[in-house]
């Protein structure tokens, strides 16, 4: 099945289904079309399955405060993050930093990343982003509400990444779900996940935070780009997890400095 054959609002929905299918764990209906088509248009809503994954973390979050501290409680949020996910990103980052860290030619970079065992950079690097989630989301009174827009805006910096760089594939047969996602994104794609992006931040935060979290994240967008065109000459599935997590980091360290413990 093809979101092809719909129209308007109804086959928005089915893409939001093959986003979801794509990006989680999270039950979706047997239908749910994950053709190339399908794939590459449904990038748009990752931004919104961001807020959807930080709502039911939020959610679990609340729901543990009542009965323990709030250390215990960032902890079950992040552990539900990981279970609707499936570490996907957290597997992309590990990858990713085995890949560039120890490789000496972008063949064997991502021959590195290709591989399915961790090497002692992405275990350092991803346990030091860990605890660096941890410690900021237990040092500040709005933790449902950072949870929420650092899910969104992350994925829309990972997004971002897709619409301006080419897609380095990991081998000759390559066929991975990422690959259909490297049709290009129209000004459908944008406008939404810009719509999505500025809504969120305007919801979320005050106008000065919102701001300075867009330019940070902006610039972590350029750095990214000319870093994986230096060492990989374009992006890869793992490349984008890792993006994932360097945003969300970002947009917690900023607003927690911003806002506080208040």
Known sequence: MSTCQYHGWRRQGWLLMTALAFMTR?????????DRESLSAC?????????????IAAVGY???????????????AMVLMVLVTGALHEDGLADTLDGLGGGWSVEQRLTIMKDSRVGSYGVVGLGLILLMRFGLLSST?????????????SRALATSLMGSMSYRRQDPQDNSRIES??????????????????????FCLPPGLAIATLLAL?????????????????????????????????????????????
């Open 26 to 34: 999270l039950p979706v209906p047997a239908a749910t079309p994950l």
């Open 43 to 55: 990038q748009r809503w990752f931004p919104l399955i961001g807020v959807l994954i930080g709502l």
């Open 62 to 76: 609340t729901l543990a405060l009542q009965l323990w501290s709030q250390p215990v409680a960032v902890v079950i």
């Open 141 to 153: 009174n709005y933790t449902v509400i950072l949870l929420i827009i650092s899910q969104c805006l």
């Open 181 to 202: 996602l490297t049709g290009g994104q129209s000004n459908t794609d944008r406008w939404i996940i810009l719509l999505t992006v500025l809504l969120m931040t305007g």
């Open 218 to 262: 902006g610039v972590l967008g350029w750095l990214m780009r000319f870093w994986l065109m230096k060492r990989l000459g374009g992006y890869t599935g793992d490349t984008l997890g890792a993006a994932q997590q360097f945003g969300e980091l970002l947009v917690l360290a900023i607003s927690t400095a911003w806002l506080g413990h208040g």
